[in-house]
């Protein structure tokens, strides 16, 4: 299993619906087992991360309000690569740092669309 990332807007009567990924994007988030040695990780919670933890107990959901928040966590977690690909198989490995590196851009990439249209993320 891996995980996804998603844009999604609330309608009219409350339903959240997720929106297309457009060329050029991706929504790939992790594989499944990242919920716990990655985003979930004691590296990312020591760094103060609170959105990212959330996939610990299921989905990630970033509210319109909390995109700007998950945007400035993908940042910290950046700016803390090598910590936080540890938690990968591979350890802070080369192809693990660009693994990990590849899957924030696409989260970051994710928070701009929503922020675009007044949306929020879905990491599941």
Sequence with gaps: MTLSVD???VDEHGESQVQDVPGGSSDMAGTESWRESVWGSPAVRSLGARLFPRVLDGWLVARPDEVVELLD???????????IARGVVGGASPDSLRSVGD???NIADACHRA???GGGVLVW
């Design 7 to 9: 844009v999604f807007l």
């Design 73 to 83: 966590e993908c940042a910290l977690l950046r700016a803390n690569l090598v910590l």
């Design 103 to 105: 899957r924030l851009a």
């Design 115 to 117: 922020l675009a249209i």
